[in-house]
């Protein structure tokens, strides 16, 4: 399904940045259809409920759910306890709990069918977290932090491993294919890593092959995401490109470049693969045909960087 023919009320792109909004657009035609305030902080991470209800956004010592089903601008509810910059958040696939992590050294679980925020289980470690990934088995959380390690955290035992693809350089985001195949990291020199993924039993801990390395950007790679059918792999970055790889053999298949875009933080493809929207410093989003690298559409409106995004569409 393309990104264009979708009804808008099935599509949701949320973007948010450094001037304290987040905004809702449709995706069709580039207008803002909504705008929420988030005044207390920059947005860190946006992310959407599976069921599509709600956005949660990663700030400063909170995280703020937003309803996406009323005109409602303000937050309604605030998830606090953390002390410093929340920098990940995500759901288990059924909205039974959400995970986070932050530069508090701490990655947690958080029950959403609590009234009080309960947060039951929180894992530590020894640098502030700046990514969090959720395998596709909704059983083991992979964390990276800015010493340069990896964390496997099993929530069923809490037994974690540790795995460091390179000293001096800091893990800035990790993710496991849908396919649950392969596992991709990019660091803060522009290295793109990638492990085969395997689990010899049902309810056995992952297993991690080295399989590839490679030099994707000359600068920090800022994000890295596999598309849904776990064919392609996106790379943001400082050096102001994306980057779409071929997930057989990691070939460059386009790169996404717009004069003035300055950083690109982050990329969200839609559910066909054919399309990917992009956020960036120079406070706009764009949505890109993967095949052709060309950009379809550019959302405008933020005032600063805009560094975070999620998208759901109707598949």
């Known amino acids: 399904m393309t990104v264009d023919n979708c009804e808008n009320n099935q599509i949701i792109l949320a973007t948010g940045g450094y001037d304290h909004t987040i905004k809702l657009w449709q995706t069709h035609t580039g207008i803002c259809s909504r705008t929420m305030q988030h005044a207390e902080s920059q947005v860190n991470a946006l992310e959407i409920t599976p069921d599509k209800q709600l ?3 990663a700030s400063y010592q909170h995280i703020y759910m937003y309803d996406l089903t009323t005109t409602n601008p303000n937050a309604i509810v605030n998830y606090e306890g953390t002390s410093k910059n929340v920098t990940s958040v995500g759901f288990q696939e059924d909205g039974k709990w959400m995970y986070s992590g932050g530069e508090d050294c701490r990655a947690r679980i958080w029950d959403l069918r609590s009234r009080n925020n309960q947060c039951p289980k929180i894992f530590e470690v020894q640098a502030p977290i700046n990514c969090v990934c959720l395998h596709p088995n909704q059983t083991e959380l992979f964390v990276g932090d800015q010493n340069g390690i990896i964390y496997r955290w099993d929530l069923r035992t809490d037994n974690n491993e540790q795995l460091i693809p390179e000293n001096d350089a800091m893990i800035l985001e990790i993710d496991i294919s849908p396919d649950s195949q392969l596992m991709a990291s990019v660091n803060n020199k522009g290295r793109c890593y990638i492990w085969s993924v395997t689990s010899v039993l049902l309810d056995s801990p992952t297993k991690l092959k080295p399989k590839q390395k490679f030099e ?3 600068r920090h790679a800022l994000k890295c995401k596999f598309s849904h059918d776990s064919e392609l792999l996106v790379t943001t970055s400082a050096d102001q490109t994306a980057r779409i790889w071929n997930a057989t053999d990691f070939s460059l298949l386009t790169e996404l470049k717009q004069e003035n875009q300055r950083w690109v933080w982050d990329a969200e493809f839609s559910a066909d693969s054919q399309f990917i929207f992009t956020a960036s410093s120079d406070g706009y989003a764009r949505l890109w045909n ?11 409106g933020h005032q600063k960087a805009v560094t975070a995004l999620a998208f759901r569409d109707a598949s």
């Not at 993967?290 to 405008?300: H, K, N, P």
């Open 55 to 57: 956005l949660a956004a």
């Open 216 to 218: 994707a950007h000359k």
């Open 290 to 300: 993967v095949q052709t690298g060309v950009m379809d559409r550019e959302y405008g």
